[in-house]
């Protein structure tokens, strides 16, 4: 019985691997005819078919195709992405004789794959002919500006973003009708200049500066003038008030100074004398002057010959108010009280 078991599973083995062989190798056989046919359409590129070398269809849009295998149809995948191009230094002239040399950089992509692949059919050939169309737009716009457009200390005078726009103008519309890219952007990214126009360059960034310097200083002496005309006309104002108030001061105190001396001049006219005499010699002496005289000097008079003491009024009944009060010396020592005299 075993044996009878062992002989069918024996039997059996052999054609089931048959089987797995067959269906392996229609399976490969299957893999090898379909794979040709596949196409694959990936993000950010773009796939032209072409049947027997002639383009055919533009796939555009990602995902699997079908084509026919080759050397029926063929598929040549382009790259959508953008790409940058940075164009070699070129020399160009300005409109003021100047001759400066630009590097310039170029953002594009492929908007049309068919003539794209027509007209260069790579990269490194289309970066050729944009470096080429740049070159002559550079030298025709150039010409119409002056240097201080491209390099200037004066915001107003720079016109770089101007001048990159209309090269982006100039070559936008052809780069897309002739070989089927769309340039982005057109920028310059880096300015030299040759040894002659160095010292010329450096000459004019200084006189723009002097310029500006020399501006802002007149409008700082112009203020400056302003303030101090103000700070006179203030100034003047405030002395003529002060003038005016002291006059006024000064006024009311003499006033009151004469009708003081008025005053002690009623009461006792050689006694007024008298003071009036000493304040002078007070004056003319001063606090530190040594002067030698003879008693018999006129001006010395005061202290030898006193005015007599008034005999007007009792000593009981003289004024006590300081505006009022006068100086009186006792009968017997008029000589003695002299001579204490200053």
């Known amino acids: 019985m075993e044996n009878v078991t062992e002989q069918q599973s024996n039997q059996a083995a052999p054609l089931w691997t048959k089987v797995v062989r067959i269906g392996l190798g229609i399976s490969i056989f299957i893999l090898l005819v379909a794979y040709p046919c596949y196409v694959q359409v990936s993000e950010g590129t773009s796939v032209v078919v072409t049947r027997f070398g002639k383009p055919t269809r533009q796939l555009m849009e990602p995902g699997a195709y079908f084509k026919l295998p080759w050397p029926v149809e063929d598929a040549r995948v382009v790259d959508l992405r953008q790409h940058v191009f940075n164009t070699p230094y070129t020399a160009t002239l300005t ?101 002659s126009n160095v010292s010329a360059v450096l000459a004019q960034m200084k006189a723009e500066r002097e310029a500006a310097a020399k501006q802002l200083r007149a409008l700082g002496e112009k203020d400056a003038n302003a303030i101090r005309d103000d700070a006179v006309v203030r100034s003047e104002e405030i002395l003529r008030d002060g003038r005016l108030e002291a006059g006024r001061i000064r006024a009311d105190a003499e006033q009151k100074v004469s009708e003081i001396y008025a ?30 005289l003879r008693t018999n000097e006129g001006f010395m008079d005061l202290l030898t010959d006193p005015p007599p003491v008034p005999q007007k009024a009792s000593p009981s009944s003289l004024p006590t108010t300081s505006e009022d009060r006068t100086a009186q ?11 204490k005299q200053p």
Not at 104 to 125: H, I, K, R, Y
């Open 95 to 195: 409109h003021d004789r100047r001759n400066v040399v630009l590097s310039t950089f170029v953002v594009w992509n492929v908007a049309d794959p068919l003539l794209f692949l027509q007209s260069a059919g790579s990269v490194e050939a289309v970066s050729a002919k944009i470096d080429g169309m740049v070159t002559a737009a550079k030298n025709t716009r150039m010409g119409g500006y002056d240097l201080s457009a491209l390099v200037s200390t004066d915001v107003a005078q720079l016109q770089t973003q101007r001048i990159e726009q209309q090269l982006l103008q100039d070559v936008q519309q052809d780069a897309r009708e002739k070989f089927g890219i769309q340039i982005l952007q057109i920028g310059i990214n880096r300015i030299a200049y040759e040894s």
């Open 263 to 292: 005053q002690a001049h009623l009461r006792d006219p050689e006694f007024y004398r008298y003071w009036r005499s000493l304040e002078a010699l007070k004056r003319s002496l001063g606090s530190d002057a040594t002067i030698i």
């Open 329 to 339: 010396f006792p009968p017997g020592n008029t000589q003695a009280t002299a001579e």
